[in-house]
């Protein structure tokens, strides 16, 4: 069981289905003694990865003055991770994607992430459309070498607030508690 959890939360949408989501997990993480940093990566400043690999010469440091290096120091104490994003393209949002890519700047620490999940909110009625967000979180994993906490994904909600009232609210709470 984790302790300390770093959430990105990547909608564009503020108040929207995937922040109510990514919220009930963190309800449900801290009802359970966790420390929890969530971090609204739709809100931030953070740049592209530019693979020039200025981290792996500065150990996790990059030259670009963003946003970024608070999330990275928060990953650096964190035991878990979890990734809540809207199904955008069938895929998780460009915000969220950025603040990935730039966890390169990790690869050469040992972080002591353990456990990661994915919460995705999305309008279609089926879950086929997050296959996508679903097979980079899978690949993502086991090239950390981390343990698969849980996916949930949330269909039928497109309009900001669609989400309130539904069980996998509940679902995203107990998912909080038990990584």
């Not at 980079?136 to 309130?164: C, N, R, S």
């Amino acid at each position: 069981m984790s302790g300390n959890i770093v959430i990105l939360s990547g909608s564009p949408r503020k108040g929207g289905n995937t922040d109510i989501l990514a919220n009930a997990f963190k309800e449900g993480a801290e009802s359970a003694g966790k420390s929890v940093s969530l971090f609204r990566v739709a809100d931030m400043k953070i740049g592209g990865c530019l693979g020039c690999e200025h981290c792996f010469e500065e150990t996790g440091v990059c030259f670009q003055k963003d946003d970024m290096p608070r999330i990275l120091d928060a990953l650096r104490k964190a035991d878990a991770l979890a990734v809540a994003s809207p199904v955008y393209n069938f895929d998780v949002t460009a915000q969220v994607k950025l603040a990935i890519d730039r966890m390169y700047a990790l690869f050469n620490e040992k972080t002591p992430i353990k456990r990661a999940a994915l919460l995705m909110a999305c309008a279609d009625d089926t879950a086929d459309t997050a296959r996508g967000a679903a097979a980079m979180y899978e690949t993502w994993l086991e090239f950390q070498k981390w343990e698969d906490a849980g996916i949930l994904i949330v269909t039928g909600v497109h309009k900001p607030g669609e989400i309130a009232g539904r069980p996998e609210l509940e679902k995203a709470k107990a998912l909080g508690r038990e990584i």
